[in-house]
């Protein structure tokens, strides 16, 4: 059984930062492109950032360009988010996700997800 398992979530002031941490179990990591999205209050679920399996591209929404960076670790079996910088519109649940196909990732149709996390920026 594939299960995708976030952690890192939680309430961070504006200016600050979080890292964002997904573990795979049941598949080779090594294997999937992996990437986040997030859905805020009332919006629907947006790409953020993906990294194909050998990281050799990423690729960003353009609101964090600059900001976030993604990366992964394959020998552990985790995909990383470093968010900094934050601003009160990053506040969503953030979703871990895996695919495959690089296209299809990015296309928000993955065939693994996680279970979402909070994240909330405020003072």
């Known amino acids: 059984q594939v299960k995708l398992v976030e952690s890192g979530g939680g309430l961070v002031q504006p200016g600050g930062s979080l890292r964002r941490s997904c573990e795979a179990t049941?598949?080779?990591?090594?294997?999937?492109?992996m990437g986040w999205f997030r859905q805020a209050p009332g919006k629907s679920r947006e790409f953020v950032a993906a990294?194909?399996?050998?990281?050799?591209?990423?690729d960003y929404v353009d609101s964090v360009k600059g900001r976030f960076s993604i990366s992964r670790d394959n020998s552990k079996n985790t995909v990383f988010l470093q968010m900094n910088s934050l601003k009160s519109e990053n506040t969503a649940v953030y979703y871990c996700?895996?695919?495959?196909?690089?296209?299809?990732?990015?296309?928000?149709?993955?065939?693994?997800w996680g279970q979402g996390t909070q994240v909330t920026v405020s003072s």
């Open positions: 049941g598949l080779t990591c090594g294997r999937y492109a």
């Open positions: 990294i194909s399996w050998i990281g050799v591209n990423t």
């Open positions: 996700a895996a695919d495959a196909v690089y296209g299809k990732l990015l296309a928000a149709r993955g065939d693994y």
